[in-house]
């Protein structure tokens, strides 16, 4: 038997390749099916199956573009149903690969058809369990994200995750192993470990959700403090619903792009988005580009941002990341890209076009000059709960289509986020808008403190 974990760091997702005697299965594949192809082929072994855990929100699955690449099966818990053929599996049924066995067990409350896959290894013992988001390390799938459906309030779903924590995943064995969906960073849970993987009986006794805790108290800790879920959550659950473009058509209609296509591409709509590292696209961008760093939370920050997937985008990255820009981008469902500037950034400039920059200044500017203007803190409302600059005004990026005419066009503003990267996005949908009186304060929150900005913490007033 042979197990492993394919950790996402950008999406904080965990897939998982499973192998027994010849035969593999897949748990909640990313988009991309080229590295489950490849690690089934170079360890000699066929995909039988494709084991969603519920139709994902943060992410689009490879699970149909893998089953017609293999002739493997998808299968999924109770109630769910989709345009493409799967195995709608019951309550406790069981898959048999090489010489282990799988077991599904129905967890609704996350969303109606979650459900977690048991593993026996050859000896018949159950050695690990694959939770996606019924139960992570630390914390429990967020009850609002099912696809509405007009009978099931979050209320509803959380108390429903309750019972199903209690009756499906609390009477196994300690000493299984929990592979959980998530890690840390993921929009799907409040408090999730950096952990990856745990004992459950370890979480027995650590996670709030499988200690003694009332099921009000339960329900009133989960639909309390969740933030909206980013906007493009329901439409990539759709999509893994209905199914998809394949990846392999979407890598195809990505092509090197000249300066003079990419003005034509922007006149008809497009819009352009920067990759590159927000130090490269302070010192010089195409005007009215939007920023998202492939070094940073890339996917999520586009797919929480852009909020039209048919939006045409073209884009600006190094050279040799053209392709790794294209599939994170799929991954969070934007099929539409149109391509990329060939010769990068230096291409445009070369072609007699303008570049703009970014206004920037360091924490020690901000604490010694004091330059005019007022701060704006675009983390969390959470995060400025915690500590924030004194005097600094709340208007969090998540919340920036809804939230940024409350900033006046004709006044100064200095903006930070935690480290820097949220607020170059920030700065850069703003100018896009015809912000022009902004200023980023490199290096984000983090440096302004130890630069000795004068911050205040309410919850020690």
Not at 33 to 62: C, N
Not at 369 to 393: F, W
Request: include cysteine; hydrophobic fraction near 35%.
């Amino acid at each position: 038997m042979y197990i492993e974990q394919l950790y996402t760091g950008c999406l904080a997702e965990a897939a998982y390749y499973i192998e027994s005697d010849g035969e593999a299965a897949i748990i909640d594949p990313l988009r991309e099916t080229e590295p489950y192809l490849k690690m089934a082929e170079e360890r000699g072994a066929q995909i039988k199956y494709v084991f969603e855990t519920h139709f994902h929100a943060d992410f689009v699955s490879g699970h149909v573009d893998l089953a017609k690449k293999t002739g493997a099966k998808i299968v999924y818990g109770p109630t769910a149903k989709t345009s493409y053929d799967i195995i709608e599996a019951n309550d406790g049924e069981i898959f048999e690969l090489g010489k282990i066995k799988i077991k599904l067990l129905h967890t609704p409350g996350h969303t109606p058809e979650s459900s977690c896959y048991l593993l026996h290894d050859e000896d018949g013992k159950a050695h690990s369990i694959y939770t996606g988001d019924t139960l992570f390390i630390g914390d429990v799938g967020r009850p609002d994200l099912a696809q509405k459906n007009g009978t099931m309030t979050p209320e509803d779903m959380a108390g429903t995750l309750y019972d199903s924590l209690r009756e499906k995943i609390m009477p196994l064995p300690d000493h299984i192993v929990l592979y959980p969906g998530h890690g840390a960073g993921s929009a799907c849970g409040k408090n999730m470990s950096d952990e990856t993987t745990a004992l459950l009986g370890d979480q027995k006794q650590t996670n709030y959700a499988l200690g003694d805790i009332s099921k009000e108290d339960f329900i009133k800790e989960l639909t309390t403090g969740i933030l909206p879920p980013p906007q493009y959550f329901p439409k990539a659950a759709m999509q893994n619903k209905q199914g998809y473009k394949s990846i392999d058509d979407i890598y195809s209609s990505s092509t090197e792009m000249s300066v003079e296509m990419v003005q034509k591409a922007i006149a008809d709509g497009a819009l352009v988005v920067d990759t590159r590292h927000e130090h490269d696209f302070e010192a010089g961008h195409v005007p009215g580009s939007w920023f998202f760093g492939l070094d940073g939370n890339f996917a999520p920050w586009a797919g929480a941002l852009i909020t039209d997937l048919h939006q045409p985008l073209v884009l600006i990255t190094e050279a040799g990341r053209e392709d790794e820009a294209t599939m994170r981008l799929a991954r969070v469902g934007f099929d539409n890209v149109l391509g990329y500037l060939g010769g990068g950034i230096e291409s445009w400039e070369n072609a007699g076009n303008d570049l703009r920059t970014v206004k920037s200044i360091t924490p020690d500017q901000f604490v010694n000059a004091k330059p005019e203007g007022q701060t704006v803190d675009v983390r969390l409302p959470s995060e400025y709960d915690t500590c924030h600059v004194n005097g600094a005004e709340l208007v969090p990026l998540d919340f920036i289509h809804s939230e940024y005419l409350k900033l006046d066009m004709n006044r100064d503003y200095l903006l930070h986020c935690k480290g820097g990267y949220r607020s170059v996005i920030f700065w850069s949908i703003m100018a896009s808008k015809g912000y022009s009186h902004l200023t980023n304060i490199r290096g984000g929150f983090d440096a302004l403190k130890e630069a000795g900005a004068d911050v205040v913490m309410p919850e020690l007033a």
